[in-house]
């Protein structure tokens, strides 16, 4: 499971990080991803990270802007969002990939573990 997942309330163009601890399984050997949901909307991938944290990828809609990235000492990966917009208000969850799954992916049926979700909501 995934905890501590904090969003919150910003205006257009802030910032906001999330930060997101796991437990259960051995977090250094699962990819991790953020997703997010707005309403009215299916579960989107916004970034994934790799095991040792060497390699990313985003999608369109937030590369530049977001910043994946994890410690695997602390079990946590966070998630910066910068030059926010009013289209990125959505739930936010943390999830990690399937240990056999070892390319990144945005695939989300490769992410079987899921945090609770978050809201975070961008202000015009």
């Known amino acids: 499971s995934a905890a501590g997942v904090w969003g919150g309330l910003v205006q257009a163009g802030g910032s906001l990080r999330l930060s997101c601890a796991a437990s259960g399984y051995t977090f250094s050997r699962h990819g991790m991803g953020w997703f997010r949901q707005a309403p009215g909307k299916g579960r989107e991938f916004a970034a994934g990270i790799n095991r040792s944290g060497s390699n990313t990828l985003y999608a369109d809609s937030v590369k530049g802007r977001f910043t994946i990235s994890r410690d695997n000492a602390k079990n946590t990966v966070y998630l910066q969002m910068n030059i926010l917009k009013p289209e990125d208000t959505a739930v936010y969850y943390c999830?990690?990939?399937?240990?056999?799954?070892?390319?990144?992916?945005?695939?989300?049926?490769?992410?079987?573990?899921w945090g609770k979700g978050t809201q975070v909501t961008v202000s015009s």
């Open positions: 999830a990690a990939v399937r240990e056999s799954v070892l390319r990144l992916t945005a695939y989300i049926d490769d992410y079987p573990y």
